[in-house]
């Protein structure tokens, strides 16, 4: 069973990354965070990783990956209420000929609103999609972070 504050490791072709189980958010599934860095098999224990930077927020299917064998639970860390705020979150729909997003969209777990232009800080808010794993996997050994989808 995966709890809120749950930590899990997943296998890349950099090492080993971490995440955390933050919250379930309706419409959307099982928000988590995912830690930088790659680590061997010696991993630090969860409450060392989870004092680690956090490379961005997503979206992803957590409770099919442990099922699957894709996540492996190392640890519990508990989140307080200001952990599992759902933060603000972006996103765009890029225009097929040029690819670029003209109009971007803001989320707060609530309502929306759109913005034509963003700020470089408004650049380093996460992404709203959910990730598969093969997609979560790639962002992860890439050292994607949400200012990196310009568009």
């Known amino acids: 069973m995966v709890k ?3 930590v899990f490791y ?6 080993r990354a971490y995440l955390q189980y933050i919250k379930r958010v309706e419409k959307f599934g099982w928000m988590i ?9 010696n991993y630090p224990d ?11 927020l997503t979206f992803y299917p957590i ?16 989140l307080d209420a200001e952990s599992q ?3 603000i979150f972006r996103y765009g729909i890029p225009n097929l000929r040029t690819g670029k997003v003209s109009v971007w969209c803001f989320w707060d777990g609530e309502k929306e609103w759109a913005v034509e232009n963003i700020t470089d800080e408004q650049r380093k808010l996460p992404i709203k999609w959910i990730m598969n794993y093969q997609f979560l996997k790639e962002m992860i050994e ?3 972070r949400p200012e990196k989808w310009l568009w």
């Open 85 to 87: 705020k759902i933060p």
């Open 142 to 144: 890439d050292e994607w």
């Open 10 to 15: 997943m296998d890349t072709n950099k090492g």
């Open 46 to 56: 969860a409450a060392e990783i989870s004092k680690s930077p956090v490379a961005f």
């Open 33 to 41: 965070r995912v830690f930088s860095g790659f680590y061997t098999e």
């Open 4 to 6: 809120v504050g749950d």
């Open 63 to 78: 409770f099919s990956a442990v099922r699957q064998k894709l996540a492996h639970k190392v640890g519990h860390v508990p």
